[in-house]
């Protein structure tokens, strides 16, 4: 069946360092998203990508950054310059960026500050 | 600038009943659609029904229907006969066709608490 992992599921970081949520999906989708949720809060788009090798900013990229060298595949690392990065993210995919089309999601990674 | 906005924080309804959950929206696109999705705790994120702006009919799928009032900009979701599985945060979303309104915009939620 097509869709979208995530992993890990859970992921305990220290202060300082780097980690990378993993997203990959077999749809064949061009476009794909990364946003993050805060408890009780909507969702926040962090950075998005509509094809390989392209990537652009979203609301809130500040302290995350993010490759697509594949189209099945868009890691986002968390980096130490993200100051409050304990929220659940989540990576969604869509065929085209067109008012038609929704997003697929991940299940999510819910990644905790130790 | 698009903007979707979810009046309601929270809603309890009794299961077997019928519910609908508050959405407007605004946006200068004239093409544009419309989404409802579900989110348990769990967290993942359940595509409910979409309605297209140019669509002449609700949208309906199965238990779930859109209220479509273009000219009030409302995109009101229903929820027939609650189960105690509704029991979810709900998320209105909409994307236009140009330019920057083509990435997906969300309201804040509705939180909808079935009770047995």
């Known amino acids: 069946d097509g869709g979208i992992t995530q992993s890990p599921k859970y992921l305990f970081r220290k202060e300082g360092q780097n980690v990378t949520l993993s997203c990959e999906q077999n749809l064949n989708h061009d476009a794909m998203y990364w946003y993050r949720q805060d408890p009780g809060q909507g969702l926040r788009l962090i950075y998005y990508?509509?094809?390989?090798?392209?990537?652009q900013k979203g609301d809130i990229a500040e302290g995350y950054s993010v490759s697509r060298e594949k189209k099945e595949s868009f890691p986002l690392t968390v980096t130490s310059a993200q100051k409050n990065p304990t929220a659940f993210y989540l990576c969604a995919s869509s065929p085209l960026d067109r008012a038609a089309y929704g997003y697929t999601f991940g299940s999510g990674t819910r990644l905790t500050v130790v | 600038a698009q903007k979707i906005t979810q009046t309601q924080p929270g809603m309890f309804v009794q299961e077997k009943e019928a519910v609908t959950l508050d959405c407007t929206y605004d946006t200068s696109d004239p093409s544009y659609g419309l989404f409802w999705y579900k989110q348990p705790s769990s967290g993942e994120m359940i595509f409910l029904i979409y309605?297209?702006?140019?669509d002449q009919q609700n949208a309906t799928e199965g238990r779930y229907s859109l209220n479509f009032q273009k000219a009030r900009k409302s995109a009101n979701l229903v929820i027939s006969a609650s189960q105690l599985g509704d029991s979810a945060m709900y998320f209105c979303?909409?994307?236009?066709?140009?330019?920057?309104?083509?990435?997906?915009?969300w309201g804040l939620g509705t939180s909808l608490a079935v009770n047995p």
């Open positions: 979303a909409m994307r236009g066709n140009a330019g920057n309104n083509r990435k997906l915009i």
């Open positions: 309605q297209g702006s140019y």
């Open positions: 990508s509509q094809i390989v090798n392209d990537f």
